[in-house]
C-alpha cells in the first residue's frame, strides 16, 4: 500500500481515526489523572571499601567490587533489615496494616508480611563509577516515604555493623573458652616439669651430663691403661708360673730376677764367698773350719737368692692379679658410668619433652590470647565502612504517575488503535479513493477520471494503453 493511499484512507475515514485517537487518550489522560498518586524519596549511603580495618589496620581492596555492591544491595533488600525498620516503627501495631493483613488472609507472620510489603516500595540501585547505593521508597505519603528511607538506610547501616560484629562476637566467646582450656594445659604442663625437676633434682640436665661424660671419657682411658698393665703383667706371670715349675735355672733367667739389684748383690756375695772357698779350699784344705764356714754361707746365700727369685716370681702373679682386679673394678666402674650417662640423657630427653610440652602450651596460649583479644576488639567495634550521604527529604512533586509521559504514551497508543480501527474497517469493505485503487480493485486501465469541480467535465487521457484489452 502507497502512502498517498494510507492517507486518502485515513481521511475517508477520519471520523473514526479521531473518535479512536481521542477515545485512548482520555482514557491515558483520565486513568493518569484518577491514578493515585506516588512519592520516592531517595538517601545516599557510601560505601568506604578503602576504610581499613579498626582492629588488624588492614586496608580493604576494591577488587571485586561490582560482585560487592551487588552483596549489599540484597542485603537492603533483605527481609532481616526490613523486620528491623518494622520494629523501629512500630507498625506491626499500625491499625490500617492490620487490617490490611487480615483482609488479606494469608499464613505468614505480620510482621515478615509488613516487611515484605515494604520491601516491595523499595528500590536500591548503585550510582555509575562510584560506591554510592541510592536507596528510594515510593509511598503515597511524601513525609511517609522519606520516613521509610531514611530508615531503611539506619537498618541498612546497623545490619551491615552487625553482620561485621556478630562473628567476631562469636569467635570471641569461642576463644575465651578455648583460652581458658589451654592456660589450664599450661598450668598442668608447667607443673608436671616442675615435679619432673624437683624429683630428679634437676637444675641443668646439660652441665650435669657434660661432667658425667667427662668421668665417663676418664674411666675408659683407665680402664685401657688397666687393661694393658694387665695384659703385660700377665704375659710376665704365665712365664714366672713356668719358670717356677722349672726350677732356679729359669727362675735366674727372669727379666725381673735379673733386673733386681738385691737378687745381683746376693749373686755378687756369692760369687766372692766362692773365690775365698776356692782359695782357702786350695791352701786349707776342704776339711777346714774355714773352709766349712764358707761353705755354709755360700749355701745359705744359695737358698736366699732361691727364696728371692721365688719371691720375685710370685710377686709377678700378685702383680697380675692386683691387675686384673683393677681392671675389673675399672670396667664395672665404667658400666656404672655408662648407666649413669645413659640415665642422664634419659631424664634430658625426658626433661626436654616436658620443656617442649610446656613451650608448645605456652605459644598455644599467648596466640589463641592474642586472637581472642583482636576477636574481642572486633566484637565491640561500632565503626563501620558505611556512610549517609544525604538523607531523604519529604519529595514536593509525586513521581508517578508522570503526567507528560503518560500523555505522550496515550497519544502514540491512540494513533496506533485509530490506524488499527481503519484497517479493520477497511477490510470487509473496501472504498475507491484514488484512480489507482479503481485500477487495482477492477483490473481494467484507467480512462480518465472526474473531479469534484464547477467547471465543465472532460475527459482526461492518463495512459497511452488501448481503451480495451482482450483478455
Keep these: 500500500m502507497a502512502m498517498n493511499q494510507f492517507l486518502r484512507m485515513i481521511a475517508g475515514r477520519m471520523w473514526l481515526f479521531l473518535t479512536v485517537l481521542l477515545l485512548v487518550m482520555a482514557i491515558g489522560i483520565g486513568g493518569t489523572l484518577l491514578w493515585p498518586k506516588k512519592y520516592t524519596a531517595e538517601v545516599n549511603v557510601l560505601l568506604d571499601l578503602?576504610?581499613?580495618?579498626?582492629?588488624?589496620?588492614?586496608?580493604?581492596?576494591?577488587?571485586?567490587?561490582?560482585?560487592?555492591?551487588?552483596?549489599?544491595?540484597?542485603?537492603?533488600?533483605?527481609?532481616?533489615?526490613?523486620?528491623?525498620?518494622?520494629?523501629?516503627?512500630?507498625?506491626?501495631?499500625?491499625?490500617?496494616?492490620?487490617?490490611?493483613?487480615?483482609?488479606?488472609?494469608v499464613s505468614t507472620p505480620l510482621r515478615e508480611w509488613i516487611a515484605d510489603l515494604l520491601?516491595?516500595?523499595?528500590?536500591?540501585?548503585?550510582?555509575?563509577?562510584s560506591t554510592v547505593l541510592q536507596i528510594s521508597y515510593a509511598g503515597k505519603d511524601p513525609e511517609f516515604s522519606a520516613l521509610l528511607a531514611n530508615?531503611?538506610?539506619?537498618?541498612?547501616?546497623?545490619?551491615?555493623?552487625?553482620?561485621?560484629?556478630?562473628?567476631?562476637?562469636?569467635?570471641?566467646?569461642?576463644?575465651?573458652?578455648?583460652?581458658?582450656?589451654?592456660?589450664?594445659?599450661?598450668?598442668?604442663?608447667?607443673?608436671?616439669?616442675?615435679?619432673?625437676?624437683?624429683?630428679?633434682?634437676?637444675?641443668?640436665?646439660?652441665?650435669?651430663?657434660d661432667v658425667e661424660n667427662m668421668r665417663l671419657q676418664e674411666l675408659s682411658t683407665r680402664l685401657v691403661a688397666l687393661q694393658g698393665q694387665s695384659a703385660e703383667s700377665g704375659s710376665r706371670a704365665a712365664v714366672a708360673v713356668t719358670a717356677l715349675k722349672s726350677g732356679p735355672k729359669a727362675l735366674s733367667?727372669?727379666?725381673?730376677?735379673?733386673?733386681?739389684?738385691?737378687?745381683?748383690?746376693?749373686?755378687?756375695?756369692?760369687?766372692?764367698?766362692?773365690?775365698?772357698?776356692?782359695?782357702?779350699?786350695?791352701?786349707?784344705?776342704?776339711?777346714?773350719?774355714?773352709?766349712l764356714k764358707l761353705k755354709e754361707e755360700i749355701e745359705s746365700i744359695r737358698k736366699r737368692t732361691e727364696q728371692e727369685m721365688i719371691a720375685v716370681a710370685r710377686a709377678l702373679e700378685s702383680t697380675h692379679e692386683v691387675n686384673r682386679q683393677r681392671e675389673q673394678e675399672a670396667r664395672v666402674a665404667l658400666d656404672r658410668q655408662r648407666e649413669k650417662v645413659i640415665s642422664i640423657k634419659s631424664r634430658r630427653d625426658e626433661f626436654t619433652v616436658?620443656?617442649?610440652?610446656?613451650?608448645?602450651?605456652?605459644?598455644?596460649?599467648?596466640?589463641?590470647?592474642?586472637?581472642?583479644?583482636?576477636?574481642?576488639?572486633?566484637?565491640?567495634?561500632?565503626?563501620?565502612?558505611?556512610m549517609i550521604l544525604d538523607k531523604a527529604v519529604p519529595?514536593?512533586?509525586a513521581s508517578s504517575p508522570n503526567t507528560v509521559v503518560n500523555s505522550i504514551v496515550s497519544l502514540i497508543l491512540g494513533l496506533l488503535a485509530a490506524v488499527a480501527a481503519v484497517l479493520m474497517a477497511e477490510m470487509p469493505n473496501r472504498h475507491v479513493f484514488s484512480a489507482r485503487d479503481a485500477a487495482e480493485f477492477a483490473g481494467l486501465p484507467v480512462i480518465g477520471t472526474v473531479g469534484q469541480s464547477t467547471r465543465r467535465l472532460r475527459l482526461k487521457k492518463v495512459s497511452p494503453r488501448p481503451l480495451l484489452t482482450s483478455y
Design 50 to 105: 578503602r576504610n581499613p580495618d579498626a582492629v588488624s589496620g588492614v586496608a580493604g581492596s576494591l577488587t571485586g567490587s561490582a560482585t560487592y555492591l551487588a552483596t549489599e544491595i540484597d542485603v537492603v533488600r533483605s527481609q532481616r533489615v526490613a523486620l528491623r525498620v518494622v520494629d523501629s516503627l512500630n507498625l506491626a501495631t499500625n491499625s490500617e496494616l492490620r487490617k490490611q493483613f487480615a483482609d488479606s488472609k
Design 119 to 129: 520491601i516491595t516500595q523499595l528500590k536500591v540501585k548503585p550510582s555509575r563509577e
Design 151 to 209: 530508615e531503611f538506610a539506619k537498618a541498612y547501616v546497623e545490619t551491615n555493623l552487625e553482620l561485621r560484629v556478630e562473628p567476631a562476637r562469636q569467635q570471641s566467646v569461642w576463644f575465651d573458652e578455648r583460652v581458658k582450656k589451654l592456660r589450664d594445659n599450661l598450668d598442668a604442663a608447667q607443673r608436671k616439669l616442675g615435679d619432673y625437676q624437683r624429683t630428679n633434682k634437676i637444675v641443668s640436665v646439660d652441665e650435669r651430663l
Design 253 to 291: 733367667e727372669l727379666p725381673d730376677v735379673l733386673q733386681s739389684s738385691h737378687i745381683q748383690l746376693l749373686k755378687n756375695d756369692r760369687s766372692n764367698l766362692e773365690k775365698q772357698l776356692a782359695d782357702v779350699g786350695g791352701n786349707l784344705g776342704v776339711n777346714h773350719p774355714n773352709y
Design 354 to 386: 616436658l620443656t617442649r610440652d610446656v613451650e608448645t602450651a605456652e605459644r598455644a596460649f599467648e596466640e589463641a590470647s592474642q586472637r581472642g583479644s583482636k576477636a574481642g576488639l572486633a566484637s565491640n567495634l561500632r565503626q563501620s565502612n558505611l
Design 395 to 397: 519529595p514536593s512533586r
